[in-house]
């Protein structure tokens, strides 16, 4: 095994799209499942990056009778009010990369989500983010995209994600897949794969 890929929410963070949408949803004066409701028609195109955050808004607004937000980014402010860390799978991550393991990320992300991960300068060897490569998991060819990116074969790459559908997405183009629950059974999953976790 060479590379350990690591999803974000849910993984690496608690999932912070919850706490995004009741922070998001405040700033337009609307209930979290009204904001849901009027921000999904254009999640997929702001997910691989077909959309501007700007012009994100300013769509949402026009076609829902709302006032634009007065901030540079909401997304990024509505990320960081939801950020909580999982200071473990973080750790596992760096010590992974000391033993000479190549270390990924590999996340649906927006562009505002990409940049925010990247001003944080974790030290993964590669980042892969949908918004970047207009691609999002389980769609095979961005586990084929971080694979080039890693330099490596399928069967020595490990991925790790929280949703069942990405895990087996990997697993069709013969990555090794490990569905996320807690930190101690990704270890386990992981020694299992015989990937040092010492």
């Not at 919850?18 to 904001?35: C, I, Q, R, T, Y």
């Not at 999982?86 to 750790?91: G, K, R, T």
């Amino acid at each position: 095994m060479k590379a350990i890929i690591f999803d974000w929410g849910g993984v690496l963070i608690d999932d912070p799209l919850e706490g995004m949408a009741n922070a998001m949803a405040s700033v337009f004066n609307l209930d979290p499942k009204k904001f849901w409701e009027v921000y999904e028609p254009y999640h997929d195109q702001f997910q691989r990056g077909e959309i501007a955050e700007n012009q994100l808004w300013e769509d949402i607004c026009l076609n829902n009778n709302l006032s634009k937000p007065a901030v540079k980014s909401l997304w990024h402010d509505a990320l960081a009010h939801s950020y909580v860390v999982h200071n473990d799978v973080f750790a596992l991550a760096k010590n992974l990369k000391e033993l000479g393991y190549k270390i990924a990320l590999l996340s649906n992300t927006e562009p505002p989500g990409k940049l925010f991960f990247e001003e944080r300068n974790y030290g993964f060897d590669e980042m892969i983010f949908s918004c970047a490569e207009q691609l999002q998991k389980p769609d095979p060819a961005i586990y084929q995209a971080a694979l080039r990116q890693l330099d490596v074969q399928p069967e020595e790459a490990v991925f790790i994600d929280d949703k069942p559908e990405n895990v087996e997405g990997a697993q069709k183009v013969g990555i090794h897949g490990i569905l996320f629950k807690n930190f101690e059974q990704l270890v386990e999953d992981l020694r299992k794969l015989g990937v040092d976790v010492s």
